[in-house]
């Protein structure tokens, strides 16, 4: 099976060693780098500069050159609110009301995951038995795609679904229609996505509790230091770098909710699950009234919350570094 | 009894139980069911009929009436329980329905018709699969279709990230040029770049190459990953210059040295590479939302959402087809997971 594949190489080797020949070792370099520059250049980082121009034009052409040039309207009509508070105030209220659900969902979203993820690890950082297995008892979620993800708890939360026979066992209570409800619509898609991602947050912090010198923790015992205290000032203190990580890894990926809660609730009752990305999808390909331009302004604001965030991650990360280069 | 009580409940160092081992076994169990029951409830009730899914209080495993064929009728009749008029019960099979009566013959005589108010029957059921949620939209929908275009996509993005990245990667760890710095400044900016920011020109862009309700549009922009150059450069960093050296006063070519030295060296690292890449493409779904518009070409994730949002949802379909595209996953997971698992907690990959 493999002799295609050597031939094929072999043959490529001919011309490469010309190459080679005329442009020397860097060449070589550049050449290697080629495929993945162009790709990287076409797919990413262009797209990321005309993002900026194409926030400035209107109409619903896809072409940039047949776009007509509007200066600054889009964020004007983003941002024209007689009350800023008060989505329904503003001509663009589902982009606010979109982004007043993402925050809300951000807040609630991360404090609990992180609680979760960190209860999580410390029980999967005891003594017990069989470690790695339920280890990947948390982690199955994380493998499942976000489609799947939803229509599991789609199934669950409807009618003759799984939540309803257990309370009807329980309590004898009539079935009702969870995703039809706006606040529990909303409850459940942080649920969900707390339910999809938990695992991966808890192993990072697993490794971080890992992490901790064991003598640390035998020379507490030997001092007859409670539980309780070993925990505030041994184990979260060390782990501190690692949960800051976390916290701002589980923040950027928390702005950007959208597959699994658009396959459960496509972002209703009403507006009530309607996330960003869902908005700038909606703006751009999908809704009757398509608006590429205005699509394009509210990612540029969103893609600004999420640089002030990665900044912060990476600062932290660094001085991690610094730290344990200490 | 008693032995194996004290086996399961010993714990190490004969210390007695504390309130944070209840409390942690607590949670694992209560984990274990929370993490796994809403996936096998679905596998569940993705063997249901139709009829089975609509009940409520609905039953946990697949349960199916039994069905008779009777002399004088050309279809299988349904078989009740049904208690008669005076008292007795008896196994009869359903000929017709009429408001809330129902029309019974006994299947050994069929000749006489007996009539029965439907709150006196119960349906005779048996444990049995609906095998034919699974076959069903493989003949009659495009989902054969759909599952090839997911390999397609699954296994041409997974090759390309490969041979692409880890050229770059080799390129990046083993030589020295001058701007070195600058493209791994440019590769780690863009490791933050999320689709949902970029997606509207991005779109401008695939439609401009063409590429528009095509595969490869959905290809193409995901092979360049950021995390993929990484992975395999901090691995190529360890493998030893003099490796290379050596390589080269035996006139072995460049390239020969990447596919010939550095490739087998940094197998371990892609693969693990490539186990990412095939979950993270498999599960897709926003991109390839925006790029396939024609459904002759939509990937599994794309089909089993617009099948799933349409207003009369057919849930014993959909639910066999998410069992389906669980699958691929669901072998990563319990063959490969520590690789996935080892490669998180190392390099914080997602």
Redesign the interface.
């Known amino acids: 099976m493999l002799t295609p594949f050597k031939l094929v190489m072999g043959l490529i080797d001919a011309p490469l060693r010309a190459l080679q020949k005329a442009a020397g070792l860097n060449g070589m370099a550049a050449f290697f780098l080629l495929p993945n520059m162009a790709i990287f250049g076409i797919f990413v980082l262009l797209p990321l500069v005309i993002n900026f121009v194409y926030s400035l034009t209107g109409g619903t052409e896809i072409f940039l050159p047949q776009r007509q040039f509007v200066g600054m309207a889009q964020y004007q009509q983003i941002f024209s609110c007689t009350n800023y508070l008060d989505p329904n105030s503003c001509i663009e209220d589902t982009f606010w009301i979109a982004a007043r659900n993402t925050a809300l969902f951000v807040i609630i979203q991360v404090t609990l995951m992180i609680a979760v993820a960190l209860i999580t690890a410390l029980v999967l950082n005891r003594d017990i038995r069989g470690r790695s297995f339920w280890r990947a008892v948390f982690f199955f979620p994380v493998l499942l795609s976000p489609v799947v993800t939803g229509l599991i708890w789609r199934w669950i939360l409807q009618r003759q679904g799984l939540l309803n026979l257990i309370l009807y066992d329980a309590f004898g209570a009539s079935p009702a229609t969870w995703l039809a409800d706006r606040n529990w619509a909303f409850t459940a898609t942080i649920g969900v996505s707390i339910w999809a991602h938990l695992g991966f947050y808890a192993l990072i912090l697993l490794a971080g509790l890992q992490a901790i010198p064991k003598d640390l923790y035998e020379a507490a015992e030997m001092d007859g230091t409670r539980p309780a205290r070993v925990f505030w000032r041994i184990t979260l203190p060390l782990l501190a770098p690692n949960l800051l990580v976390v916290v701002v890894l589980a923040l950027i990926r928390a702005v950007q909710i959208f597959d699994e809660v658009f396959v459960l609730t496509a972002g209703g009752p009403g507006t009530s699950t309607l996330y960003l990305i869902q908005y700038i999808y909606e703006k751009g390909f999908a809704s009757q009234l398509r608006n590429p331009g205005l699509a394009a302004a509210a990612s540029i604001l969103m893609g600004a919350v999420l640089v002030v965030l990665t900044l912060l991650q990476l600062w932290f990360s660094r001085s991690r570094d610094q730290k344990e280069a200490k | 009894m008693g032995r194996i009580a004290e086996f399961i409940f010993r714990r ?1 160092g004969g210390k007695g139980w504390h309130w ?1 081992d209840i ?2 076994w607590v ?2 169990i209560g ?2 069911i ?6 096998v ?2 596998a569940f ?1 993705s063997f249901k009929t139709p009829q089975a ?6 039953s946990l495993l697949p349960y199916v009436t039994q069905t008779v064929q009777v002399e004088g009728y050309d279809k299988p009749l349904q078989l009740y329980d049904a208690t008669l008029p005076d008292g007795s019960t008896a196994e009869l099979a359903q000929v017709r329905r009429i408001g809330v009566i129902a029309q019974l013959v006994d299947p050994k005589a069929p000749g006489e018709i007996v009539k029965v108010n439907i709150k006196d029957l119960k349906p005779v059921q048996s444990i049995g699969f609906a095998t034919e949620n699974y076959t069903e939209p493989f003949v009659h929908f495009d989902f054969l279709r759909y599952l090839w275009n997911s390999v397609f996509v699954t296994t041409m993005a997974t090759l390309i990230t490969l ?3 880890s ?2 990667a ?3 760890s083993k ?1 020295k ?2 701007g070195q710095s600058a ?1 791994m400044l ?2 780690l900016a ?1 490791l ?3 689709l ?10 695939i ?2 190459l063409g590429l528009f309700n095509n595969l490869w549009g959905v290809i ?2 995901t ?2 990953t950021p995390t993929g ?1 990484f992975l395999l450069r901090q691995y190529m960093l360890t493998i030893p210059d003099e490796l290379i050296d050596a390589a080269r006063m035996d006139k072995a ?4 040295i ?2 010939r030295v550095v490739l087998p060296l940094a197998a371990p690292a892609l693969a693990v590479l490539a186990i990412f890449s095939v ?1 993270w493409r ?2 897709d ?2 991109w390839p ?2 790029v396939l518009s024609r459904s002759s070409l939509y990937t599994l ?1 794309v089909g ?2 617009v099948y ?2 349409q207003l009369n949802v057919q ?1 014993q379909f ?2 066999a087809m ?1 069992v389906v ?2 699958i691929p ?1 669901v072998v ?2 319990v063959f490969l ?2 690789f ?2 080892t490669g ?3 390099a ?1 990959l ?1």
């Open positions: 190490r944070t409390v942690t949670w694992l984990g274990l929370i993490m796994f029951g809403p996936a409830w679905l009730s899914l609509a009940e409520f209080p609905p041979v692409v990245n050229m770059a080799f390129a990046l030589y040029f001058r493209v440019v590769i863009t933050m770049v999320p949902g920011v970029i997606m509207v020109p991005l779109f401008s862009i439609n401009a193409l922009p092979v360049a150059v070519s460049e390239w020969l990447y596919w979950v498999w599960n779904f926003l939302l925006i994730q089993l959402n799933a949002g849930w959909i639910l998410t595209t669980m996953v990563v997971f997971q520590r996935i698992t998180i907690a190392g914080g997602k």
